[in-house]
């Protein structure tokens, strides 16, 4: 039962246009969403993340939308650089005394110039 | 400063041996959590710690896994007799604290990649 999907496995966007990333979960009680970015042979890197009180939070070039009614996420980068390429993983955690966090299997984002 | 640091970074071993792997969190860190990641899949949780107790190991595959903390820092991941499935990266993260209306950032180590033979 995958609580945390990524439905697609690879992006290839052009340098300079917009990247979008997306992210759906079912469980209700998620209320704090993250984003990483992974390199090969690297450990995740923390990248933007979103409580459920907020619908939009926005970092430099990185925009991390939610709608809670659609338990569905983004993630917006613009413009895409060819050093964004990696693979990303959306992330949920709920409010349960600890933050273990459940994680999507993952988008490759290939940035080509 | 430092990060999160794991040893091995890779490890190969053969079908029913035993290994042990190795996280330092950052310092101060209370909180560090053990992940894995199997191929083409994403982060599967493990075990988490506060300070030297683990209060959730709902994440272990089986009875070889377990894991401990000492001092509130360093962790060890034993898995004992391991299998040909038990080949991943076995990725550690730690954070300030746990708990609270809002999650806090985890950092994450560059993993142990595991191959069992």
């Known amino acids: 039962d995958q609580q945390v999907k990524q439905n697609s496995p690879s992006l290839s966007v052009q340098e300079g246009r917009i990247s979008i990333l997306n992210c759906d979960y079912t469980?209700?009680?998620?209320?704090?969403f993250l984003w990483y970015k992974k390199y090969p042979a690297e450990g995740p890197t923390f990248l933007i993340s979103?409580?459920?009180?907020?619908d939009k939070n926005e970092d430099g070039r990185f925009t991390v939308f939610l709608n809670k009614s659609a338990k569905h996420l983004s993630l917006h980068i613009v413009p895409s650089q060819p050093g964004d390429s990696a693979v990303y993983f959306c992330?949920?955690?709920?409010?349960?005394?600890?933050?273990?966090?459940?994680f999507g299997a993952g988008t490759r984002l290939a940035v080509h110039p | 400063g430092a990060g999160v640091s794991q040893s091995p970074s890779n490890k190969v071993t053969e079908k029913g041996k035993d290994v042990e792997l190795r996280c330092d969190p950052i310092?101060?860190?209370?909180?560090l959590y053990w992940y894995r990641q199997s191929l083409g899949q994403g982060l599967e949780f493990l075990i988490y710690?506060?300070?030297?107790?683990?209060?959730?190991k709902s994440g272990l595959p089986s009875d070889r896994f377990s894991a401990e903390r000492t001092g509130g820092s360093v962790s060890t991941l034993t898995i004992q007799r391991t299998q040909q499935e038990d080949s991943a990266v076995y990725l550690c993260?730690?954070?300030?604290?746990?708990?609270?209306?809002?999650?806090?950032?985890?950092?994450f180590g560059p993993g142990t990649r595991l191959t069992v033979l």
């Open positions: 310092s101060g860190h209370t909180a």
């Open positions: 993260a730690s954070s300030w604290r746990s708990g609270g209306a809002q999650a806090d950032t985890q950092y």
């Open positions: 992330a949920a955690s709920d409010s349960g005394g600890y933050n273990k966090l459940i």
């Open positions: 469980n209700s009680m998620f209320d704090y």
């Open positions: 710690f506060q300070g030297n107790s683990a209060p959730d």
């Open positions: 979103i409580s459920s009180i907020k």
